[in-house]
């Protein structure tokens, strides 16, 4: 059965301190591995990757996937307050492109 | 461009009620989706659509109906309502099929409470 298991569920952090967020996944053939950020609303758009090692950067956040070990990780450096939320991570697979999603990483970033 | 738009953005129903959850989108994607995110379980596809005429069930379809009779609209319909189906539901939209390589765009979702 496809799975998509993010760790860990959830993180307190401080202002200025750098986060990891852990994505593994277990799917048959494999598509893109996508992160989304959630915060009151509706999921946003962060990343998607395809390929194995090169990484996506955008101001403090990046991710990097690694196909071999089939794990994606989502850095934050320098967080922010405004960084709460929780991080979603799903993974495309299947002949039919199906996405599946992981539960999620709840980050708290306190002042 | 609005992006995707759902409404209403609260509803209470009782038991047995029915009631449709609208879903338009502007930005020309093929492919439509309705979610329903509990505590605990994540994102659970409910049902999509590939086109115009085209839909699928997803991994919850039960007590659902879709319809998809143009790009832009993708109601999705409760017939009788039940608690069980107390939940946050988001529409989703992409250019091409999840997971090939178009990311999804999501409403701004719509907190069910059935009573």
Redesign the interface.
Known sequence: EDKVVQSPLSLVVHEGDTVTLNCSYEVTNF??L?WYKQEK?????LF?L?SSGIEKKSGRLSSILDKKELFSILNITATQTGDSAVY?C?????N????I????TSLAVNP | NAGVTQTPKFQVLKTGQSMTLQCAQDMNHEYMSWYRQDPGMGLRLIHYSVGAGITDQGEVPNGYNVSRSTTEDFPLRLLSAAPSQTSVYFCASSRLQTGSGSPLHFGNGTRLTVT
Do not use: E, I, Y
């Not at chain 1, 609303?41 to 758009?45: G, L, V």
């Not at chain 1, 999603?101 to 999620?104: F, I």
């Open positions: 598509r893109s996508l609303k509706a999921p946003t758009f998607m395809t979603l799903a993974v495309g697979a299947g039919n492109r199906k996405l999603w992981g539960l999620g």
